[in-house]
């Protein structure tokens, strides 16, 4: 055999598909607008981890007598911002997702008439977020189908 040759491999690295078998169907690709609102929703929450540190330290987050409820929820608001900004970007749980942002628009939008900018600036967000996913409800409800090899044939 040729030297130059030795050792070269001939076969593909990648194993050849039976051309048998019907492929897996797959997921349409993420639309861009529902990738926007996913990172929206996880950005806004680290901001507001980020604020909710920043008040802490700096000592102006001493918070009332019987309101700790209420920060607490807030919290939690934070904390479920995030997590639904994943959902989101998963494709799952689209009406529980619906749900949340609608809350966490509502809560944006009381603060608004008080002059605060930054409850504009959420607001607008968590309303592009909210039409983003009603406007989107096909991608997450998309589902393979039951029988591909019935639609194979047809």
């Known amino acids: 055999m040729n030297p130059r040759f030795d050792g070269a491999i001939t ?55 019987g309101a700790e409820p209420i920060l607490l929820l807030q919290y939690a608001l934070i904390v479920a911002t995030i997590l639904i900004g994943l959902l989101v970007r998963a494709g799952r749980a689209w009406i529980l997702c619906v749900n949340v942002v609608a809350v966490i628009l509502f809560l ?27 406007r989107n409800k096909w991608w997450f409800d998309w589902r393979p189908p039951l029988e591909p090899l019935l639609e194979a044939e047809a």
Do not use: H, K, W, Y
């Open 11 to 65: 076969t593909p690295d990648e194993e050849i598909p039976d051309s048998s078998l019907v492929p897996e169907p797959e997921r349409p690709a993420r639309p861009a607008m529902v990738e926007a609102a996913a990172a929206i929703l996880i950005v806004v929450g680290i901001a507001g981890i980020a604020a909710q540190v920043l008040a802490i330290v700096g000592g102006t987050a001493v918070p009332s007598p």
């Open 108 to 134: 944006d939008l009381t603060a608004v008439p008080s002059g605060n900018v930054f409850g504009l600036l959420f607001s607008i967000l968590d309303a592009i977020v909210f039409v983003t996913l009603i």
